[in-house]
Structures are given as structure tokens and as C-alpha cells.
């Protein structure tokens, strides 16, 4: 089993920046890919980006936040992070950590089988 557990959420103005974390325990092998989602209120949860948990660091983003988040990784602490910068309005969402078992990226959530209980990201204009 792969525990993860989001922190990191919070209220911010347009253009502010913040740092999301998911620290992961458990199972969780070389071979592993971590992703982030978000879900606002009433729309589908979406991909927003991906890293491989080792190896190549090879990322992957959503055009939508392409230039302004990164996702990064930190093995000897279990954790990944997503730095978001340049916040907008529409970035307002529930982000949440997934764990995928397998070296293959993807953006479709319900090829992710472990999830994390989710951070508010609240972005005011």
C-alpha cells in the first residue's frame, strides 16, 4: 500500500506563489510515476503535472500551467513538491498527490490507483 498526505494548501492574491507537498510512505518504488491533480468546484478533476519517482527526471505539465508551476522531487525525504507561481483565479482548486506504478506518464486520473485526501488552493482576485 502507498500513503500520501498533501499539506501546503492556503489562501493566496493573483500573481502570489505557493508550495504544495505530498509526502508519500509505504510501498513505493524506483518505478513509480507521481502526479498532481486539481478539481474546482463542479468540473472533472484534471491533470496539472507529472515526474518519474526516479531515474530521469523527465516532467510533464497541462499547457494551463506550463511556465508557471514546476514539480520536483526529493527521494531521501519521500516527497514531491508542485511550487506554483504566477497564481490565477482559475488555479482555485482541491490539488491533490497520486502515485502511479508504472514508468509511463499519464494525464488520465483513473490510471493513478493511490490518491491523496486533497489541499485547498484558494487563488483571490
Known amino acids: 500500500q502507498v500513503q500520501l498526505v498533501e499539506s501546503g494548501g492556503g489562501l493566496v492574491q493573483a500573481g502570489g506563489s505557493l508550495r504544495l507537498s505530498c509526502a508519500a510512505s509505504g510501498r513505493i518504488f524506483s518505478n513509480y510515476v507521481m502526479g498532481w491533480f486539481r478539481q474546482a468546484p463542479g468540473k472533472e478533476r484534471e491533470f496539472v503535472a507529472a515526474i518519474r519517482w526516479s531515474g530521469s527526471s523527465s516532467t510533464y505539465y497541462a499547457d494551463s500551467v506550463k511556465g508557471r508551476f514546476t514539480i520536483s522531487r526529493d527521494n531521501a525525504k519521500n516527497t514531491v513538491y508542485l511550487q506554483m507561481d504566477s497564481l490565477k483565479p482559475e488555479d482555485t482548486a482541491v490539488y491533490y498527490c497520486?502515485?502511479?506504478?508504472?514508468?509511463?506518464?499519464?494525464?488520465?486520473?483513473?490510471?493513478?490507483?493511490?490518491w491523496g485526501q486533497g489541499t485547498q488552493v484558494t487563488v483571490s482576485s
Open positions: 497520486a502515485a502511479r506504478p508504472s514508468l509511463s506518464i499519464t494525464t488520465t486520473p483513473s490510471r493513478y490507483p493511490y
